[in-house]
Each structure stands twice: as structure tokens, then as C-alpha cells.
């Protein structure tokens, strides 16, 4: 039985590996020992929890007012410190977060194998997303084996000169996740939402958070406000924690009558809002890929993506931060039902369902104990120079 550290402290990283972490548990080849830093504590401990999971080790290595360098530098102190005692085979980490970025570090230099799970995303713009597309980049360069959701990942990979013979297509975990949990809840998780299913108004799912969207926050607010004017009309807005987003967010939509603001929710609550929502506009990683897999129109507050498969596909679309895209984008899919319905019926380029199997797999035959996993192949073929492009929101633009 090989033992393998799987490490995390995100809300995403937490609900991306839980099925990874239930099936190497059910594997008599694996024994898992989960390790969290406690980037995002509490989102990663409700998450964690909704999934039946616990850290078998726990770094807890924030402090308030923390930079990226200082919660880099804990997580690699701490956890160079475990994992020098945990004899483990291989590291796993997941996409491109500070725990991901260290936790590679942190392997690599105990000479233990790195594991990227999500590997390959890249937007071609080396700050935005800030510091997401930095830390992916470095991860690529220190890895032993590159768990890849896509062909386009795949691409992207070979295209650094990573060797073929290390990438493994896999789907995204987060399809498999989205299966389980998205059934599951028995009501939205807050008292605000209680009369969503009853509503007839047709319901906007809207976030933004992410750091290169700081300085547009504000334009972004705006916009949310005139979507909530449209009739019949309501936006959901589970508001990010952070002061900086709720500074800057909260004068300009805290008083409309038809935007509903609630505290960032459970996942298992969250997915259930998402099945309810008519369409998703937001600058979340997850939503780009959760959104296509439940047939909702995705609108990305961003003017570059990583994730420009589902662009391609047609079930998503680049608006920018500006407020005449974000507000456009959105309401052009309100009054044109052709649109909508274009989009919304457009194939989810992501997974099958079967991502958590690959890569437990990939994992195995990388160790010799098994065979390599046939990729995943998407419903749709998404050209290799179509990805390149619609990388930028020029390209959704056209």
C-alpha cells in the first residue's frame, strides 16, 4: 500500500479532491493521508464537511493580514517539516493556489514525487489570473506526473516542453463532485432564499471576487444593479468575505429591492442555487466549469480565461470588468431567448463523471501498479487554435 499526501486549504481544492481522496481511501493500492494548511478555513472546513472528510494532519497557518509571500513561506515551513516524517510516495496538489504552489515546492524538495491534479490551465497572461497563473506555471516545471482535465490542457503542457509520456487526460474532478452533491441539499441555506423555487422571476447568479478584479469592483456593482432593473428580474449575490470586495460592492447594490446578498454558502446549498439560477455571471473558477455542466449560461467577468474550452463550446462567454460588457452581456441573454437557449444547450466540454477514476489510475500506473486509463475525450472536439484564441475577451467579443 502506497501512501500519498494529499494537500489543500481551498474551498475548490477541498471539493476537487474529495472524490479523489474517497476513492484512493476505497483503493487497497493508496493510503491517503490528507494534509490542510487552512488557507480558506472556514469554507474549507464546511466543505470538508459536507463531503464526510477530515485532514488527518491540520498546518493552520493563517493569520489575520497575511500576504501571499508570508502564507507561501508558512505552508512551505510547515509542511516540508510533515512531510520529511511521512515517508509518503508522492504529493498531490491540486490546481494553482499558495497551498498548491508550496506543497509542490515542499515535495520537490524532499525529492518526492508531485502529483498535479488540474494541471495544464493556462491563460497565456502571466498576471491575470493573479497569482493563480504564476503558481500553475512554476508547479508545471517541478512535477513528475500531470493529471490534465482537457486536451487543451494536455496542449498547453506539451507546448512547455513537459514530456507526453507524464500528462494523463482526466476530465475535471469537480464534474464528479458536482454529480454527488448537487441533489443533495434540501433548501438554499439561507433565510433570504427561502422563496427562491417559488419566485417566477428569473434568477441571475453573480459574484466577483478575484484579486485582478479589485480595481473594477466598483464598475462591476454598477452593473449588478441595472441587471436587477431589468423586469422581472432577481440577482443573488453570495457576497465574497473579503473586506476589500464588501467595501467596494456593498454601496452601490446593498439597497436594491430585486438583488438578494447573502453570506458565501455551503456547498452543498451553493449547488442547489446553481440549479436554480437561469444563468451564472461571475469571476469564479468553478463557476466556469460548474455552470456549463448544468446547462446554464455562463457569463465570465473577466477579459482572460484559462478555461476557454466551454468559450469555444459556446456555453460560456468572456464579458470583461467593464460595466457595459458585464451589464450588455447579461442582458442580451435576458430579452433574446434564442441566445439563451443557445447557450444553454451547448456541450459541457469538461467531464463525464469518470475523472476521479482516471485519476486514481494515473496514479497507480505511475507507480507501476496498473494501467495507464484511457483519456477523457469531451462530448464536443474544441479546436486546439479556437482554445488559443478565445483565450482573450476579444476573441468572445467577435
Not at 184 to 203: C, I, K, M, N, Q
Not at 276 to 284: E, F, G, T, Y
Not at 315 to 339: C, I, K, P, S
Not at 383 to 398: G, I, K, N, Q
Request: hydrophobic fraction near 40%; charge should be negative; aromatic fraction near 6%.
Amino acid at each position: 500500500m502506497r501512501s500519498v499526501a494529499v494537500v489543500l486549504g481551498t474551498r475548490p481544492e477541498a471539493i476537487k479532491f474529495a472524490p479523489v481522496i474517497h476513492a484512493l481511501r476505497d483503493d487497497p493500492r493508496f493510503d491517503p493521508i490528507v494534509i490542510s494548511t487552512g488557507q480558506h478555513r472556514e469554507m474549507l472546513d464546511e466543505t470538508m464537511r459536507a463531503f464526510d472528510l477530515s485532514p488527518d494532519i491540520d498546518l493552520g497557518v493563517m493569520v489575520p493580514q497575511q500576504t501571499l509571500s508570508q502564507t507561501t513561506y508558512r505552508v512551505l515551513r510547515e509542511l516540508e517539516a510533515r512531510l520529511s516524517t511521512l515517508q509518503a510516495e508522492a504529493v498531490l496538489v491540486h490546481g494553482d493556489t499558495a497551498t498548491t504552489m508550496a506543497g509542490a515546492l515542499a515535495g520537490f524538495h524532499l525529492q518526492i514525487p508531485v502529483v498535479h491534479v488540474e494541471a495544464g490551465l493556462r491563460s497565456g497572461f502571466l498576471g491575470s489570473p493573479f497569482p493563480e497563473e504564476g503558481n500553475r506555471r512554476m508547479v508545471a516545471q517541478v512535477a513528475a506526473l500531470h493529471l490534465a482535465p482537457t486536451p487543451g490542457n494536455k496542449a498547453n503542457l506539451l507546448g512547455e516542453g513537459i514530456a507526453e509520456d507524464t500528462i494523463a487526460v482526466t476530465g475535471n474532478t469537480v464534474i464528479d463532485a458536482l454529480q454527488w452533491a448537487s441533489h443533495r441539499a434540501e433548501s438554499f441555506g439561507h433565510p433570504a432564499l427561502a422563496d427562491l423555487d417559488t419566485d417566477p422571476r428569473r434568477v441571475v447568479l453573480a459574484s466577483a471576487h478575484r484579486r485582478d478584479a479589485w480595481p473594477h469592483l466598483p464598475e462591476i456593482a454598477r452593473a449588478f444593479a441595472a441587471i436587477a432593473d431589468e423586469p422581472d428580474t432577481r440577482v443573488v449575490v453570495p457576497l465574497h468575505r473579503n473586506p476589500a470586495v464588501r467595501q467596494a460592492m456593498l454601496p452601490r447594490i446593498g439597497d436594491h429591492p430585486n438583488i438578494t446578498i447573502v453570506a458565501p454558502l455551503p456547498y452543498l446549498n451553493f449547488c442547489r442555487l446553481m440549479r436554480r439560477a437561469d444563468l451564472i455571471l461571475s469571476d469564479s473558477s468553478g463557476a466556469q466549469e460548474e455552470g456549463p455542466a448544468l446547462g446554464k449560461p455562463t457569463l465570465v467577468i473577466s477579459n482572460v480565461t484559462e478555461r476557454s474550452e466551454a468559450v469555444v463550446a459556446g456555453t460560456a462567454r468572456l464579458v470583461g470588468t467593464a460595466y457595459d460588457g458585464v451589464y450588455g452581456h447579461t442582458v442580451r441573454l435576458l430579452r433574446d431567448r434564442g441566445e439563451y437557449a443557445r447557450m444553454a444547450s451547448a456541450a459541457n466540454p469538461y467531464g463525464d463523471g469518470r475523472a476521479t477514476r482516471r485519476t486514481v489510475d494515473a496514479i497507480a500506473h505511475f507507480f507501476g501498479d496498473g494501467p495507464a486509463p484511457e483519456p477523457f475525450v469531451p462530448e464536443t472536439e474544441v479546436d486546439a487554435l479556437a482554445v488559443e484564441l478565445a483565450r482573450s475577451a476579444e476573441y468572445a467579443r467577435t
